[in-house]
């Protein structure tokens, strides 16, 4: 009887967490890259300068990179430009960047 009570609070949990996990928004995505993003990487995302290109990365790959800039990690020549501009973003931020980037610029 206990594991099946387990079993169901086990089930109850996951469900209501992803329940409440939505599905990044890539017009939210496209908004934030355009107000932040677009100056250094460029309006298509093929970078500028020293600015790298982002065509060609995957979402993880982009969430990733933007995660460890929000928490100050270096992660090289321009982190000093990118941990101020990740500083600010939140986790659907991040996910809602990740989503628009890796899909609109292959």
Do not use: W
């Not at 594991?3 to 949990?13: E, G, P, Q, S």
């Not at 995302?45 to 460890?68: E, W």
């Amino acid at each position: 009887m206990m594991k099946i009570a387990l079993l169901i609070a086990a089930t109850a949990a996951l469900t209501i967490g992803t329940a409440s996990a939505g599905e990044p928004d890539e017009s939210v995505g496209e908004s934030l890259y355009a107000s932040s993003c677009a100056q250094c990487h460029g309006p298509g995302g093929k970078g500028m300068a020293s600015f790298p290109s982002l065509s060609g990365r995957d979402s993880d790959y982009i969430a990733s990179r933007l995660m460890q800039y929000r928490d100050g990690e270096r992660v090289g020549a321009n982190s000093g430009l990118m941990i101020p501009n990740a500083a600010g973003l939140s986790d659907d931020d991040i996910a809602n960047l990740a989503a628009y980037i890796s899909s609109e610029f292959q």
